[in-house]
């Protein structure tokens, strides 16, 4: 089975289901993982940190943000039975898609708040596939704990 | 706690009306442009949670796309996308090349072209409302990308989306003339698409209300 995750979305899936991500562009995957509790969870983010505003009374809704997502996954991992220190982490996305559009750099930006995000809860990366040109579909099976991801030009499995 | 974004049956005919006049300016131009005949669907007018914009385009689909921001007295996103084989068709059509040559949507020539096609298509819609409501509207430059239409449209998203819940979404397809003997009947498609900001939205709604008062 094969379940959506949509932008801002937090979903936490059991072996054998997997977790999609269809259209990734500059957006990140953060995939974490517990691998002795058999399960996975995946957070879809779309931007750094919300500006301004205070989001965090509506925490669910504001998983669009790296500096919510990351922890609600890690909380929702924890809830659903995972272990803290088995926690482990892949991402992907993070690209430029309009080349010429790219001063907002945000591509760069969600990654590097993705990264520091899970340093500070401890959270290890152990592969990624982020950056560069082009879009990408990824699919994550917590079955294997791989992250499936598929470019118009290359496929590689994380 | 932000509003809700929503919109009255009134409201979404006037905008989707908004939408046709644009649309069908700017195919026009292309079949100007093509000496093909274009022909417009009825646009959608539609508010959409953020989480689930993907699922409503087909977002893993290659596509040639053109994003163009609007500036001026209403600021929004507009996007003309065609499909791989019709972005493939125009460049043969416009640069005189041999049809079926299948390299061309990402080189020099082909995507300038397909940059001036959607700036001509993004000009003409931007003219059509301009007009309609006595207001300006300014293209930026264009840029273009071919790839999925998830991660094409997600550089729209993280600028309006990122504050807003929902966004509005008009979009109106277009084809070209149904040929009754041969399979040329995607020959061109494509879609523009519109993104307003949500303050904007609520400027073209006061702008539509005040539009039908006139006619009261």
């Known amino acids: ?33 517990d691998e002795s509790a058999g399960m996975g969870g995946v957070s879809h983010v779309m931007l750094p940190e919300p500006h301004g505003e205070s989001v965090i009374e509506h925490a669910e809704r504001a998983c669009k943000y790296a500096t919510v997502a990351v922890p609600v996954l890690m909380k929702k991992m924890i809830v659903k039975g995972a272990k ?3 926690l482990k982490a892949k991402i992907a996305g993070g ?13 760069d930006r969600n990654v590097a708040k993705v990264k520091e995000m899970l340093r500070k ?3 290890s990366i152990v592969a990624e596939d982020t950056g560069g040109n082009l879009g990408r579909t990824v699919i994550f099976d917590t079955k294997s704990f791989k992250l499936h991801i598929k470019t118009k030009s290359y496929t590689k499995v994380i | 706690m932000r509003e809700e974004l929503k919109l009255s049956e009134f409201q979404k005919d006037a905008l989707q009306e908004l939408g046709n006049i644009g649309a069908c300016h700017a195919t026009t131009s292309l079949a100007e442009m093509t000496g093909i005949t274009i022909y417009t669907h009825v646009p959608k007018v539609e508010i959409i949670p953020v989480r689930d914009i993907m699922c409503r385009v087909d977002a893993y689909l290659i596509v040639a796309g053109v994003l163009l921001e609007l500036r001026g007295d ?10 791989e084989r019709s972005a493939q068709f125009i460049i043969e059509l416009l640069l005189g ?23 001509i298509l993004a000009s003409s819609f931007c003219d059509a409302i301009s007009e309609f409501l006595g207001i300006s509207v300014i293209p930026s ?33 277009f084809k070209c003339e149904e040929e009754k003997s041969n399979d040329n009947n995607d020959k061109i498609y494509g879609y523009i698409l519109l993104f307003p900001r949500e303050e904007s939205l609520k400027t073209l709604l006061s702008m539509l209300d005040e539009k039908v008062k006139e006619y009261d």
Not at chain 2, 141 to 148: E, K, L, N, S, T
């Open chain 1, 95 to 107: 690209a430029s898609i309009f080349r010429e559009l790219d001063s907002l750099e945000i591509g």
């Open chain 2, 97 to 119: 090349r041999t049809f079926g040559d299948t390299d061309d949507i990402e080189g020099d020539m082909g995507s300038s072209a397909l940059k001036e096609v959607g700036n």
């Open chain 1, 84 to 86: 803290k220190e088995h």
């Open chain 1, 1 to 33: 089975m094969i379940e959506y995750v949509g932008i801002g979305d937090v979903k936490i899936a059991h072996n054998p289901e997997k977790l999609a991500i269809i259209g990734l562009g500059s957006c990140v995957c953060v995939a974490m993982y």
């Open chain 2, 74 to 83: 209403i600021s929004a996103y507009l996007y003309v996308i065609f499909t």
């Open chain 2, 141 to 173: 430059p264009p840029v273009f990308a071919c790839d999925m239409t998830g991660a094409i449209l997600q550089r729209a998203l993280i600028d309006i989306a990122g504050s807003a819940d929902h966004v509005l979404m008009f979009r109106c397809d």
């Open chain 1, 121 to 123: 809860l401890d959270i």
